[in-house]
């Protein structure tokens, strides 16, 4: 019988979820609202398929960090994102880091149940729109400059966009202040701005929107 972990921090998210998998016949379903439970729950429960948010609280893509974590203990469970992200150079990245599938939260419930059945297959999942996003973003080489960006950037960068200053960005990502400052100069050389204020403004200019705002 099919176990899913759910890992969200929004409860209608969560119920919404819940109902979703419960219509296509999923008994047991185990709910986090953090990455932190989130993780836990995965070392306890053991599901047969992980359902995981991006941005959690604060933004920072910290579910880039989740998949690439639990990918370094298990290779096989299956990772079904589900996100506002639609951007295609984060798509991608969630890819390359070892989700199964990506659909969006304003996808249609039917969508989301078939993406659910080819995950618990162990069978990857990408909507067309977005499969031809991501294609075409590969054709076109690195023209978005946030291809080169690692992971623990993007979270930095993500952050960034929101105006949060070093200290908050360095507690939401469990790093030091000093951490922070080197990844925003290391981000300023790759992205060819001088200024935070500049950077800021590039990290708007490309970073996905969520629910018709930029990260949140």
């Known amino acids: 019988m099919t176990r899913v972990l759910v890992i969200d921090d929004h409860p209608i998210v969560l119920q919404g979820c819940q109902q979703l998998l419960e219509d296509v016949g999923v008994k047991h379903v185990h709910q986090a609202q953090s990455l932190a439970d989130g993780f836990r729950i995965y070392r306890t429960q053991k599901p047969d398929v992980i359902i995981v948010d991006l941005a959690m609280h604060s933004g920072s893509l910290g579910g880039l960090s989740f998949i690439r974590r639990l990918r370094l203990h298990d290779q096989e469970t299956p990772i079904l994102v589900f996100t506002m992200h639609s951007d295609p150079v984060i798509v991608a990245r969630a890819l390359e880091v070892g989700a199964t599938g990506y659909v969006l939260k304003d996808t249609p419930p039917e969508e989301v149940q078939t993406a ?101």
Do not use: W
């Not at 075409?136 to 952050?159: C, H, I, K, S, Y």
């Open 116 to 216: 659910f059945r080819r995950v618990r297959e162990n069978r990857p999942y990408l909507s067309h729109d977005l499969a031809s996003e991501v294609a075409f973003m590969e054709a076109r080489g690195t023209t978005n400059p946030l291809r080169r960006m690692t992971v623990r950037e993007l979270q930095t960068l993500a952050l960034v966009a929101e105006g949060k200053p070093y200290g908050v960005i360095a507690d939401h990502l469990n790093v030091s202040y000093n951490t922070v400052a080197n990844t925003c100069t290391q981000l300023k050389a790759k992205l060819g701005v001088r200024t935070l204020p500049e950077l800021m403004r590039i990290a708007i200019q490309h970073l996905p929107a969520a629910n018709g705002k930029k990260l949140s």
